[in-house]
């Protein structure tokens, strides 16, 4: 049977599942909160090369990672440390170790360009960057445009003195002793990035109350099978990485509460996916719409391998109920046998606010859910702002514990997205169903998803704007069968400029990190659609026909 929210104002929703309790707790302590009770058990894995550490290992390493930080390296509490580094359980030792030392988080896309890296991290101020071998140029690269600069540790490395390198071993092995701050649960721990609903990504505020209550808001006994689980030796698959939220609090630290396993790979291989699916045996699966359709229509994923999952969870960009079937078939099992789980979620709101019961009518297979606790949400209309009744589609705004803070050093930005009473503009056009189910309909934000991961439009103007051949340029995103969504170029040119297509996918491909490069092609105009106020008119673009692009 479902639940339907009561309604506090007319179509002012707030959630079926009543109220947390927003409490005092930091985020690590919180997610440790019970680890002695499975001590012994494996606690995170990396899926490449086996490497593993039990729940007290990996709390003691956390432990002294902290006094490494603060005692060795003289990281301050509000001081902010990087992180490039991949799905690796040495990421749980350092995000855990950084936040217990009371230091503030932001985390990088290992494979972005040194570019990318330096833009984030001086942004916010980092004093310190924890990397693995591969990405050491990019870290050393970057640090030297960091003020106040204070060391690189080096995750399977040694330490090298004179670079200012400490090796994350030694770190731990040497028994550095400091005073830890008493953490205040409003405090800052973690700086993502987000592009949020227009402009360049911005730093998100998350504060350890919003990241302890979204996991608590999860955790509610209708989500998943919480309780009844906790601490039977659930084994968690994921991809989605440890360095985007829904990695980090959606899949990490919601797991690591309950005391499973968490076997994780750095880069997604098919083989190696399909080699942990075998070795481990997962009974869950996090995923994003890509993997699941990998899952569901890649031949060499052979439904003996999926016998393991109970619960497949999908979220991070719109699937289609065309592939969610798809993979029920490929199991051969109905929704009741598998739980097929979607969520919905935004950096901005740490990120979780819509998820789908871990019962539920079949009819509602394409909804993304319902409110989360202590969660409120109203549906408005584009043209006149009014809140909107069901089956009505409107931008899709929500209240609730797990809304950032605010973005870092822009005032502007945060008003814009959250309003004077507190309400989270997010950009994405939904509508909900009498039963207070949610649907996912569009998109009127900037944002491109490409594989869940965030393209910002804006990033990718800018630099073929610095073109001297460039008068304007637009970016939007095409849809694409695996993909999602790719981004896609229209680029105007100056009077007797010249500019190949490959050029301009060069460009890009030269700068930015592989899912911004345009795969979606680049086409040349005599001018970018734009309205009065001279802003980009995006669906004009989206559904301009045009040849196809050659290369
Ligand atoms: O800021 P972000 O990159 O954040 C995310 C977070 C996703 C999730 C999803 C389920 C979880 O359980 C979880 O822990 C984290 O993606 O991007 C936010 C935007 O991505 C789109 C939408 O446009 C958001 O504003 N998006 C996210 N989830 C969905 C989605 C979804 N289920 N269906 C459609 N679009």
Redesign the pocket.
């Known amino acids: 049977a479902t639940q339907t929210a009561p309604v506090l104002e007319p179509n002012h929703l707030v959630s079926p599942y009543g109220e947390i309790s927003v409490g005092n707790e930091n985020l690590t302590d919180h997610v440790f909160k019970d680890f002695e009770e499975w001590s012994d058990s494996p606690c995170v894995t990396c899926g490449a090369s086996g490497r593993s550490y039990e729940y007290g290992m990996m709390r003691l390493m956390i432990e002294r990672c902290s006094t490494a930080l603060a005692g060795h390296l003289k990281l301050k509490p509000g001081e902010t440390i990087g992180l490039i580094l991949p799905n690796l359980p040495e990421f749980v030792v350092l995000i855990h170790g950084a936040m217990k030392a009371g230091l503030v988080v932001t985390f990088a896309n290992p494979l972005y360009t040194s570019d990318e890296v330096r833009r984030q991290f001086t942004d916010c101020n980092v004093k310190a960057i924890a990397t693995i071998e591969m990405f050491m140029p990019v870290a050393m690269e970057v640090s030297k445009s960091l003020k106040d600069y204070k060391g690189t540790i080096w995750v399977g490395g040694e330490d090298d003195k004179t670079k200012g390198i400490h090796g994350l071993r030694s770190l731990l092995m040497a028994g550095h002793e400091a005073d830890l701050p008493k953490l205040n649960a409003d405090d800052v721990c973690l700086i993502p990035y987000?592009s949020g609903t227009t402009g360049l990504p911005k730093g998100v505020m998350l504060t350890h109350k919003n990241l302890v209550s979204n996991i608590k808001q999860?955790q509610t006994p209708k989500f998943m099978k919480y309780e009844s689980a906790k601490g039977k030796g659930d084994v968690i698959l994921t991809v989605p990485p440890f360095f985007?939220?829904?990695g980090f609090?959606?899949?990490l630290n919601?797991n690591l509460v309950l005391g499973y396993h968490i076997v994780s790979l750095p880069k997604f291989t098919p083989e190696d996916y399909i080699k942990c699916l075998i070795e481990y045996k997962p009974t869950t699966l996090f995923v994003v719409p890509s993997l699941l359709t990998f899952l569901a229509t890649h031949p060499s994923v052979k439904k003996e391998y999926l016998e393991s999952v109970e619960t497949i969870?999908?979220?991070?960009?719109?699937?289609t109920d065309s592939m969610l079937e798809k993979f029920l078939l490929k199991v051969g099992k109905t929704k009741d046998q598998i739980k097929l789980l979607?969520?919905?979620?935004?950096?901005?709101s740490s990120?979780?606010t819509l998820?789908t019961p871990y019962i539920y009518p079949y009819d509602k297979i394409g909804s993304?859910g319902q409110l989360v606790p202590s969660t409120q949400a109203r549906v408005i209309s584009l043209t006149t702002g009014d809140s909107l009744g069901p089956h009505e589609s409107g931008e899709i705004l929500f209240k609730g514990p797990q809304v950032m803070k605010g973005y870092w050093n822009n005032e502007k930005a945060t008003k814009e997205t959250v309003d004077n009473e507190g309400w989270l503009h997010?950009?994405?056009v939904a509508y909900y169903d009498k039963d207070h189910y949610f649907y996912?309909v569009d998109?009127t934000?900037e944002?491109i998803?490409v594989k869940?991961?965030?393209v910002s439009p804006t990033e990718i103007e800018n630099i073929i704007m610095e073109r001297p051949e460039v008068a304007d340029v637009a970016v939007v995103g095409m849809p694409d069968a695996l993909a999602g969504e790719v981004p896609k170029a229209f680029v105007v040119l100056k009077p007797n400029h010249k500019l190949t297509d490959k050029q301009v996918y060069d460009i890009i491909a030269q700068k930015l990190v592989k899912y911004k490069h345009l795969e979606g092609g680049v086409a040349f105009l005599d001018a970018i659609p734009r309205n009065a106020a001279g802003k980009i008119m995006r669906n004009e673009l989206k559904l301009k026909r045009f040849p196809p692009i050659r290369h």
Do not use: C, F, W
């Open positions: 987000s999860v985007h939220i829904y609090n959606g899949v919601y969870m999908v979220g991070a960009a719109p699937t979607q969520g919905y979620g935004m950096t901005e990120p979780v998820l993304i997010t950009g994405d996912i998109r934000k944002l998803k869940g991961n965030q």
